[in-house]
């Protein structure tokens, strides 16, 4: 891979974290808003906020991150929702294991099994399936790079 091939991964990279940031914060308050204050127990209220999360990082990737003006919504939902479920299970399953396990209080099994299931899953699978960039598939079908 050369330079400019690095800059782009690499920017790829930061604007996807970005975007799992803001998901985050989104799943994070209504997981919290959900078990804290309405009662909810933490399992479901994890799952519900899992749910409000993806639905932001799927627009926002879709619209800035993976720029994937040219793909149909409907593909990528489809795509996007097989990721997801499997994200959710991980996320969901990871976190009531964790916190049975170690009696920690939820949130913070939740951040340890984010971390890990963002990077390992949900970026790796988005990139590389669900807003597959042509490129990396057909590298003589170039799109101008206009950053």
């Known amino acids: ?9 690499i920017w790829l990279f930061l ?16 997981s919290l808003l959900l078990a804290e204050l309405f009662g909810l127990w933490y399992v479901g209220a994890s799952f519900l906020g899992a749910v409000s ?8 990737n879709y619209r800035w991150v ?22 959710i299970l991980l996320n969901t399953g990871g976190t009531y294991l964790f916190t049975e396990m170690s ?4 949130i913070f099994a939740k951040a340890l099994v984010s971390i890990a299931v963002a990077l390992l899953w ?3 699978l988005q990139r ?5 960039d042509q490129h990396l598939i057909h590298p003589t079908h170039h799109k101008k790079d206009n950053n």
Do not use: P
């Open 1 to 9: 891979m050369n330079i400019k091939g690095l800059k782009k991964e």
């Open 15 to 30: 604007k996807a974290q970005l975007s799992a940031q803001t998901a985050t914060v989104v799943d994070f308050s209504v």
């Open 66 to 87: 993976f720029g994937s003006d040219g793909q149909a919504k409907r593909y990528v939902a489809i795509k996007y929702l097989l990721v997801w479920v499997g994200s």
């Open 103 to 106: 009696g920690h209080h939820f």
């Open 53 to 60: 999360g993806g639905i932001c990082n799927c627009v926002i």
């Open 122 to 124: 949900n970026y790796q």
């Open 128 to 132: 590389l399936f669900v807003y597959k």
